[in-house]
């Protein structure tokens, strides 16, 4: 059975690429029973996967030689096998034949619940006289490969409402509508696409071309009739203009399973008794228990690919105490970015730790209540007098955090295993939360004991003061790795209302001096993103690059290839990397709708330039 399930593999991603469409083809929705939770729709495969062949980075990804080795595979040489066979017995082109068999779109459904859940996909062709011939040499194909393998299970055909039905074993069934085709592992959900077919789709124009067979099936009524489909859904509408407006491809789900589930009261009352999901979700677990669906896609706007994840509900209706990652309307928005050399991640985000102590007896229930009381009380003897209370009510709502590549460790050795620098800057709501920091990191050797060595370090950068410290030879810290403490200087320091505190005094000298450059920010009229975080690939290829010698060293083990070709592979992964260009990811709170999105976008290699005579 193994050829058999290749074969399907095959037709299925030969589907998926380079389908053309028709002028306004039936939507394949139409087929899916309104009883479905859960559906991905494709609407434009060919622009799909078109759009993922002509990017760069997939050309430069094919010149790797670990991906070559996929293209060169049993699997995909059959692929080619099944797609020659198919341009020669029907005596056009595999994207023509495409274009006729699946223009319409494609869709995959499921309903949540039964075990297994039942599952059907909907191909939506353009031409159903050309369809029956694509379906024969199809069939034809799948009885021999059965009869060469001695396969017990047979390919079984039948009627259904003067539908076509086809069967192999107990977990595949499909059924011919039109010009569509069913594919099911119930029989039940086969039959219940079916019966949504409509005659009255099939215009005028097309009946001459259709066969004797489905003109019999004109004339006399259909089981589908006063049934509905998802294409006829108030709710998947909603979702369809909530989303981009020409998505590649889109997803829909019920998000009433989710609510109905046995889980749901923990995860979307309040309070709940996981605090932790109180701290870090507890606004956007309020906006998916009031909203009925969650749905996602797939869109190429001005040059991005973008992948969001949308919810009908926002601001309006969630209670007051829940918006701590929300910036309120005409409040400051979360800070830029900040970008300084060798950066791989930047992220700046509005976070109001405070609320949840001032909004404790709202957000948390009794028991979690006098555990947080009881840490505050027991606070002082590690903040060095200062309680948990009275340090985090002064910490502001606008918080970034860096991540970079530190090519100097500031110290004589360097450790064998590097890691990035990183910084956090808070914002400061009380300006006295500054000397409280600087009288904890003066007391940190202090706390640290004898196990380690410190040397408090004080430096300056355009006027303000960097506090930190080095570690110093002795310091009896474990860890597998030689010389890995070398990695760290801690340090702080204080610029206007902004709080930093870096992982290394290199980092935070460069840190200061973009904070003292950096122009005031205006207030907007609603609110803005709530995180926004942005991958570069610069910095990964710059990583990548540190560690050449170990990637090379793996390569040589693993693919037993002399160090040349090790090397060469290395770079051209490097390569690769330093082209994707950079990511970026945005969440936003509306109004009325919730929206997270993921930003690519790609850049180009330039093409060499020709010669001048």
Known sequence: MRPFRYLLVGLVLSVLVHVGRADNPPDPLRLVPNEADLFLKIER???????????????QLRELEAVQEVYDSTNFRRLYQLVGYFEKELGMSWPEILEKVAGGGIVLSAKVGPDPAPLLAVIQGTDEAFFQRFLKVSLDIIEQELARQGAKQELVRGKY????MISIGKDLRAGVAGSALLISNKEDTLKRGLDLYKVEEVGPASRAGLTQRSAARLAAPTA?????????????ADARRLLPKDPLAWVWFNLDVAHKAPQA????????????????????LDVIGRAPFVSAALALENDQLLATVRLPRGLEGMAAELATH??????????????PKGVLLSESVYFDPGKFWEKRKELFNDKQVKTFEDFDKKSA???????FSQVVTKIGTRHRFVAVNQPECGYPIK???????????????????????????????LLAGTQIKLKLTEEKQDDVNILGYRFLEGSKIRINSRNFVNNFSPCMAVVGDQLVACSTLELCHEIVSMLKKESPDAKTKGPGASVDTRLYSQGGAEALEAARDQLVAQTILNQAVTPDDAGRQVQMLIDWVRHLGPLEAIS???????????????????????ATK
Do not use: C
Request: without cysteine.
């Open 45 to 59: 495969p060919r622009r799909l996967i078109e759009t993922g062949l002509n990017l760069d980075a997939f050309k």
């Open 161 to 164: 409402h003067d539908f076509e």
């Open 224 to 236: 589908g009739e006063g049934k509905k489909s998802l294409a006829q859904s108030a709710l998947v």
């Open 265 to 284: 009261k923990d995860i979307f009352k309040r309070p709940r008794n996981d605090a932790i999901l109180t701290v870090l979700f507890g606004g956007l």
């Open 326 to 339: 929300v910036p309120p309307a005409g409040q400051l928005a979360p800070r830029s970015l900040l970008e």
């Open 381 to 387: 003897l590690f903040l060095l007098g200062n309680r």
């Open 415 to 445: 450790p064998d295993q590097p890691i990035p620098a990183f910084a956090l800057i808070l914002e400061m709501r009380d300006p006295s939360l500054g000397k409280s920091a600087e009288a904890m990191v003066r007391g940190a050797a």
């Open 588 to 610: 936003i709170y509306g109004t009325h709708d919730f929206r997270y999105d993921i930003k690519w976008t790609p850049s180009r290699r330039e093409e060499p330039k020709e």
